[in-house]
Nanobody, 120 residues
């Protein structure tokens, strides 16, 4: 499955953004997916993940209660709704397919990333 992330941008602290991850191929509905983020000079960190049917979701402690992961298998698209954004949320956000793991190596397909910048 090929993935393309979009929806990033510049937003003020306290604002919201919704990221989308469009998947090509017929196998998306059978695959768990996740979102990661990477700030300059830092490792790629887990943000959230969701099971193939949306029944299970997982969040990093730093985003729980502010971010919501979801998916629409009929549209082959995953989403990350980000509310109450903070400057420390600024990073390139990547979507990935294949797992709900907190570990990047567990995923087999990655999107190209979308930049999120939160100004204070």
């Amino acid at each position: 499955v090929q993935l393309q992330a979009s929806g990033g941008g510049l937003v003020q602290a306290g604002g919201s953004l919704r990221l989308s991850c469009a998947a090509s191929g017929r196998t998306f509905s059978g695959r768990a997916m996740g979102w990661f983020r990477q700030a300059p000079g830092k490792e790629r960190d887990f943000v959230a993940s969701i099971s193939h049917n949306g029944g299970r979701t997982y969040y990093a402690d730093s985003v729980r209660g502010r971010f919501t992961i979801s998916r629409d298998n009929a549209k082959n698209t995953g989403y990350l709704q980000m509310n109450s954004l903070k400057p420390e949320d600024s990073a390139v956000y990547y979507c990935a397919a294949g797992s709900t793991s907190f570990t990047p190596n567990a995923y087999y397909s990655w999107g190209q990333g979308t930049q999120v910048t939160v100004s204070s």
